[in-house]
């Protein structure tokens, strides 16, 4: 019932930012989180953050500490992904999800984005 589409991906040299946005419709409040994913080819779909709605959680997996920042905007049921610094290996299909807490394991989010592609160029 959930519906999550994300944007804001593309292609941006190495150190540079995006931006990407994840807008939900339906019963967005029923879940108690939001998270990003990433996948590359011939790789396992890998966590990058949550955020709580309430945004007093939050959670980064250690390869991009100090560089992403997960945010939130309730009025407008929309999570953000600031990307800075961005390096080639950060190039992957990325896709938000709900999850029912600020967690890393992938099999506990329930609803699931179309994912959107960042491609970093050395």
């Known amino acids: 019932q959930v519906q999550l589409v994300e944007s804001g991906g593309g292609l941006v040299q190495a150190g540079g930012s995006l931006r990407l946005s994840c807008a939900a419709s339906?019963?967005?409040?029923?879940?108690?989180?939001m998270g990003w994913f990433r996948q590359a080819p011939g790789k396992e779909r890998e966590f990058v953050a949550a955020?709580?709605?309430?945004?007093?959680?939050?959670r980064y997996t250690d390869s991009v500490k100090g560089r992403f920042t997960i945010s939130n905007d309730n009025a407008k049921n929309t999570v953000y992904l600031q990307m800075n610094s961005l390096k080639p290996e950060d190039t992957a299909v990325y896709y938000c999800?709900?999850?029912?807490?600020?967690?890393?394991?992938?099999?506990?989010?329930?609803?699931w984005g179309q994912g959107t592609q960042v491609t970093v160029s050395s």
């Open positions: 955020i709580s709605w309430s945004g007093g959680s939050t």
């Open positions: 999800a709900t999850g029912p807490a600020v967690t890393t394991e992938r099999r506990l989010y329930a609803s």
């Open positions: 339906g019963r967005t409040l029923s879940s108690y989180a």
